[in-house]
């Protein structure tokens, strides 16, 4: 009996490790450019609108959730611009995920080839949501849901709404819970 | 388990005075149903553990089936997380549940299990809020155990998991919802909040438990237990044999059947409150003398029986029924006096002398008998000769019915002599001449006639018989001694007692001043005011009333002022000793029955020394073997002969033998 319950001790003990371990190396919110980047060929909306930008990986079911949580806060007054990833040579196309997002009335979805875009932005995983100023200011950056595909109150999505009614820039950047984008970048899932 | 709920399990403060058999059955009766409770709880478990660890890998999958790396996809963390939980700890913790049912240690693994499945889960659902619910759940379904260091232990793994991923990996327990990485003491807390509560449910529920306990308990004892005595009944003496044997059907077991010797004699000299202050008494010295092995029992007034725990030397059961015997031989103190009580014991022994309770006990108390025959206080073992004699017994108490019409019974007279030597009386003793076996001895069926009720036919013939014998001597001799007829309790209590003996008294024509009746003090004590009325009625008659064998046991000296009687007769117990050392305690006795005008008849006298010494203490009459063996026939007659012709009978030993010449 003694035996059986060191050896479920230390089963159980290397599998709490490893998921320890494995959450560790995510909620990376990555590092978006304080301002619009130069180099990129995204067109801004212009005008007094902000920009909000999503990056998204097309298989991440975790995703799901942060357009369901932006769906419910998407602003008539800013220009919505989705960039789906997709690897050079993968023969990605249209899933469910981006037709619910091309359905999305004003919203625009771009394929983000290879993730240039997302290197631009420095965005590392699916689902981080950022925004600037109709100056060009970074005012949100980070994930807008509380947990893996997890719907509900949270503090991204808070702070994303108080920075679109305010244009003030929220404090911090919020974790992303996603896949990685774009090869291997360390990140693994969260 | 036992030693551990019997050191922390609440129990009941009745409880803990009681006795060690009752708290014993209790705690027997709360580890059952605690093993119950364990087993089902296990039972569940084992099926909500099963169940969660399917949830947890559908879950896994809904929320994180594949992780993407770019282009790449791979099974999710957690699905493997979901999947490994198995045989991690979900499958060790329902071996356990199977494999030892009801064992604290599964109780335990279980908790942790069931633990360890919630912090996964939070993990899964990346510390989703509604997910440490489940912590609660699980909580509050391990608290069904009713074992408050289960939940100690499901506690500590939970508050331990949340400090250390709380402190270094927050985000994986608390989600987004970080706002500090002391977070963790909040859960804590709460998780410390319900715990302490389940086990105050847990602890209160464990009361309710024992007080169950004890009162299936209260009622086994009133069930399984003489009233009286607290001892074991009938009941309990089955069981615990039935469960004696089925533990080890080949051990040796000894039943030992327990008489008290005159019990009822004594109860009633003294009362039914003090005769049963006097039973519980006997019941402790009993408890003192067996083993812890050994079960007692009452099963009849004062009748009781030890059943022995697994013997081994030969013997033993005779050593047990000496420890009793010489438990019994101390004074047993009531109130302002003491009491001597003696008890005869047979023994038997399974599987030697049978196999089955009733048996045993038939044949235990068939050598009680035969401890009672060979002059009580004393132990005897069933043997096939104690079965035989038995056998006698049985035939002669089929025989004695009949008996006086088939005129088998006769008299002996043992002659009484005046402390100046005269002829007194003679006291008449019965005899029975069996047709095949001969002359039997009152003993061997006195008693037998007294519990079949045929003594009070008996009794009439005797007090016929003397009365006619008596008027014959009249008339023939010209003699007037008188004749003293023994009563029965059995007689005594017959409500036609006294009418009976003035009816043959006046049939037989006898003068009544030559009859005396003898009853001893233990018959007239049962009911003083209806003895007295009695007593005095037949001293109205004319008839003497003689108290029979004054001075054993109970006898009090206020009985001789309370009861109307006209003779004392010492009883021979009074002789049997050193003369000198029995001479004060006689003096004093003569004196007193002399102030209250009653006479003195002592009775054994068989030597010269003691017929000098009564007669020197002014004893007004004396019987014995010194005088004259009890006579009859021609004997008797050649011996009223010689009284007749005025030789005094008491200087001449030699009458009776010349008489028997």
Known sequence: MLALLLLAAVASSVLMFRLLAFSETNAQAGSAPERWPAETSLQRAGGSHPDLLVFIHPYCECTEATLDELSTLIPSNSAVTFLIYRPHDSGWKANSLVQRLSAMGSARVVWDEDGREAKRFGARTSGYTMLYGASGELLFRGGVTGSRGHRGDNYGLDDLQAALRSGVPARKAHAVFGCALGGNTGQKKL | ?661
């Open chain 2, 1 to 661: 388990m036992r030693s551990f709920f019997w050191k922390t399990a609440v129990r009941p403060s009745s409880m803990v005075a009681a006795s060690t058999h009752g708290q014993a059955q209790a705690t027997r009766y709360f580890e059952e149903a605690f093993e119950k409770l364990s087993s089902v709880t296990d039972r569940m478990f084992v099926l909500l553990l099963g169940a969660e660890w399917v949830g947890l890998v559908i879950t896994a999958c809904v929320i994180s089936p594949r992780v993407w790396s770019g282009a790449e996809s791979s099974i999710h963390p957690h699905v493997l997380a979901a999947l490994l939980s198995g045989p991690a700890f979900i499958v060790p913790a329902m071996l356990f549940a199977v494999l030892y049912p009801a064992n604290r240690w599964t109780r335990h693994t279980i908790a942790v299990a069931q633990m360890l499945v919630s912090t996964v889960l939070i993990d899964v659902s990346g510390g989703r809020i509604e997910t440490h619910f489940h912590i609660f759940g699980s909580l509050a379904f391990l608290a069904i155990y009713r074992d408050w260091r289960v939940l100690i232990t499901a506690s500590v793994v939970t508050v331990g998991d949340h400090f250390v991923r709380g402190i270094w990996w927050p985000e994986s327990v608390y989600g987004l919802l970080t706002v500090s990485p002391w977070r963790w003491v909040e859960h804590a807390w709460w998780v410390v909040f319900e715990v302490f509560f389940l086990i105050l449910a847990s602890r209160r529920s464990i009361g309710e438990m024992w007080e169950v306990a004890w009162s299936k308990t209260q009622l086994h004892e009133d069930a399984y237990h003489d009233f009286l005595t607290g001892l074991g009944n009938r009941r309990l003496l089955r069981e615990e044999f039935a469960a004696a044997r089925k533990r080890d059907s080949s051990a040796r077991r000894g039943v030992l059947y327990i008489d008290l010797d005159r019990f009822r004699q004594a109860s009633e000299s003294l009362g039914l409150a003090a005769g049963d202050r006097l039973l519980r008494m006997v019941a402790a010295r009993l408890v003192e003398a067996a083993g812890a092995d050994d079960t007692l029992a009452r099963i009849g007034g004062d009748e009781f029986v030890i059943l022995t725990g697994a013997l081994e030397p030969e013997g033993e059961a005779e050593e047990l029924a000496s420890r009793v015997l010489a438990a019994m031989s101390k004074p047993f103190d009531l109130d302002d006096q003491q009491m001597l009580l003696s008890a005869s014991i047979g023994i038997s022994y399974y599987p030697k002398d049978g196999d089955d309770l009733s048996g045993l006990k038939d044949r235990a108390s068939r050598a009680t008998y035969a401890a009672k025959a060979q002059g009580r206080n004393q132990w005897a073992v069933f043997s096939p000769e104690v079965a035989r004699r038995e056998v006698i017994r049985q035939d002669i108490r089929r025989d004695l019915q009949g008996a006086v019409k088939r005129n088998e019974f006769l008299l002996e007279y043992q002659p009484v002599i005046r402390n100046n030597g005269q002829l007194y009386g003679f006291e008449a003793l019965l005899r029975w001449k069996h047709p095949v076996r001969g002359m039997v001895e009152p003993a061997d069926f006195v008693s037998l006639a007294e519990r079949s009720g045929g003594i009070i036919e008996i009794g009439e013939w005797v007090l016929a018989e003397a009365c006619r014998s008596c008027r014959d001597w009249q008339r023939e001799g010209g003699l007037e001694p008188g004749v003293a007829v023994n009563v029965s309790s059995v007689q005594f209590e017959d409500p036609d007692f006294c009418e009976r003996v003035i009816r043959i008294l006046r049939n037989s024509g006898l003068q009544p001043g030559l009859l005396t009746v003898e009853l001893t003090e233990t018959v007239l004590v049962r009911d003083l005011p209806r003895a007295r009325r009695i007593l005095q009625r037949l001293r109205g008659e004319g008839v003497q009333v003689a108290l029979d064998d004054f001075g054993t046991g109970y006898s009090s000296l206020s009985y001789l002022t309370a009861l109307p009687a006209d003779i004392v007769k010492l009883d021979r117990s009074f002789l049997s000793r050193d003369f000198l050392d029995a001479a004060p305690l006689i003096e004093s006795i003569i004196l007193m029955a002399h102030k209250l005008g009653l006479r003195v008849v002592a009775e054994g006298v068989e030597s010269a020394e003691q017929r000098a010494g009564l007669r020197s203490l002014r004893c007004d009459a004396m019987q014995g073997f010194y005088f004259s063996a009890p006579l009859g026939g021609e004997v008797l007659s050649r011996y009223l002969a010689a009284a007749a012709g005025g030789q005094r009978v008491a200087e001449d030993s030699d009458m009776a033998g010349a008489a028997s010449r």
